[in-house]
């Protein structure tokens, strides 16, 4: 790339993909074999998210010869389509008997079974890919990191906008100090979390096409009821919107300003230890389910040459929140009553710093500068981040022996996974917490270190 470009030149840049290339790493190039050879995979979780893996991958160099899902309907619904697939109800018994034909596991079930699913997969001796959020809980997230840093396999969590030009070329500005000094940092998603839901106290007759044990999995013992379906809505099986939204909304502020060195540096290099402090304001402290809204400051003291860090996350209509936003933005958030009247807005990051912004929607696949007038004649930095093939693709081809993946589990998707659960700790707790990212542990505050732990039912390990 030309150290200088026109803004046109620029921009179509940031919205569209380069043609793929690998840098040179421990893992060497993918050769010319490998990348014509086709891998066997399985797929746990074929509903839902895993119908979009059910129709991708296929066309990427790859069959599926093994098929998991806890609902037989789904399972056999998929199964139609891959006949010589093996189906299997329960990931453990799938393991045992087909890890001999796996080249990897794709895991697309509700989030309380990701960690569960994907460290067996893992000691099996299986690369693993990981829909977003890679795990429920922060203690599940430093366990995968350091299985995946001892295995040395091939992974990849779920947050697709990582592996877009759009996010490496807006990385790239941001470090460039284009923007000149950061002001503010803001994220968020309208629709926030389900508010207070009474657990259900009676029980159903678990219907026939479900294994309601293995769909359970790690999660506390209980009789079946529908209401447990709505899983979403439940902190014991999902992680709300910080793991399914800001996993890829603040994706870009985690990879630009560089807070995957607070994990990497030792605490003799940080000040103040290198602890982050988490503070929330939300609807209501609730045990079992999300709050409606929540505002979730999150900071960072300055590392090296780093300034220190705070990002603001709004989920919801959190007062206040939306008329900040819009406020630095310099319009209207079109949630579906301004601007277009098309939601256009829904979820998002901007960046503010003393010489203009960066605006970010919500998957971060496309960004813009403001005012746009100032970026007009914008020399582009060159860039320094390698552009990717697809985000599926690149753990493919670091299962043939390629590049690790933009968001493997040991280097960076478990280290953002774990920041953004600090949120979740935070919206159960009275007062800020302050968070050791070295020991895993919050430090003031003994019941919201404890909320970082995974507890398991009896049977049931990481």
């Not at 000094?181 to 309208?190: F, K, P, S, T, Y």
């Not at 678990?206 to 359970?216: C, I, R």
């Not at 020991?439 to 049931?460: D, F, H, M, P, Q």
């Amino acid at each position: 790339m030309k150290a200088h470009c026109t803004r046109r030149q620029f921009l179509v840049g940031a919205t569209t993909s380069a043609l793929p290339f690998f840098l040179s790493t421990r893992r060497g190039f993918v050769t010319a074999a490998a990348a014509n050879e086709e891998l066997n995979l399985a797929l746990v979780g074929v509903g839902g998210r895993g119908e979009w893996f059910v129709g991708a991958l296929p066309a990427m160099r790859t069959r599926f010869v093994a098929l998991c899902d806890t609902h037989a309907y789904r399972l056999n619904r998929a199964g139609e389509k891959f006949p010589e697939a093996k189906r299997y109800r329960d990931f453990r018994r799938m393991l045992d008997e087909s890890a001999d034909r796996l080249d990897g596991v794709v895991v697309a079930t509700p989030d309380h079974n990701h960690a569960v699913i994907s460290a067996r997969a893992l000691r099996a001796g299986k690369p693993v890919f990981c829909e977003k959020p890679l795990t429920r809980t922060i203690s599940e997230a430093r366990a995968l990191r350091e299985l995946a840093a001892s295995t040395k396999l091939a992974t990849q969590m779920g947050n697709q906008g990582t592996s877009s030009d759009a996010f490496r070329r807006s990385v790239e500005v941001i470090q460039s100090g284009a923007l000149g000094e950061i002001r503010e940092v803001l994220a968020w998603n309208e629709s926030g979390g389900g508010g207070p839901h009474p657990r259900p106290t009676t029980s159903e007759a678990v219907p026939e096409e479900l294994d309601w044990d293995v769909w359970l999995g790690p999660a506390a013992a209980r009789p079946y009821h529908r209401e447990w379906a709505t899983w979403h809505r439940w902190r014991d099986f999902a992680t709300g919107q910080l793991g399914n939204w800001a996993v890829h909304s603040t994706n870009l502020a985690f990879k630009a300003f560089r807070l995957d060195e607070f994990w990497k540096s030792t605490p003799a290099d940080l000040p103040e230890g290198g602890h982050f402090r988490v503070s929330a304001k939300m609807s209501e402290v609730l045990t079992d389910t999300l709050p409606k809204w929540e505002l979730i400051e999150f900071t960072a003291p300055r590392r090296g040459n780093q300034p220190a860090f705070t990002m603001v996350w709004c989920n919801g209509r959190a007062p206040g929140g939306r008329e900040r936003i819009e406020e630095s933005l310099g319009r209207k958030l079109d949630w579906g009553d301004a601007g277009d009247r098309k939601w256009n807005d829904y979820a998002g990051l901007l960046i503010v710093g003393a010489r203009g912004m960066l605006h970010s929607t919500g998957h971060n696949m496309t960004f813009s500068l403001l005012p746009e007038a100032d970026f007009k004649d914008l020399l582009g930095p060159p860039r320094s981040l390698p552009r990717s093939p697809g985000h599926e693709r690149e753990w493919l081809d670091a299962i043939r022996g390629g590049a690790a993946a933009c968001s493997n589990f040991a280097d960076y998707g478990s280290l953002l996974t774990e920041w953004l659960l600090l949120g979740n700790v935070a919206t159960q707790t009275e007062g800020a917490i302050e968070y050791d990212p070295h020991t895993g542990r919050v430090v003031n505050n003994e019941s919201a270190n404890r909320l970082c732990k995974a507890i398991y039912r009896e049977g049931w390990t990481l």
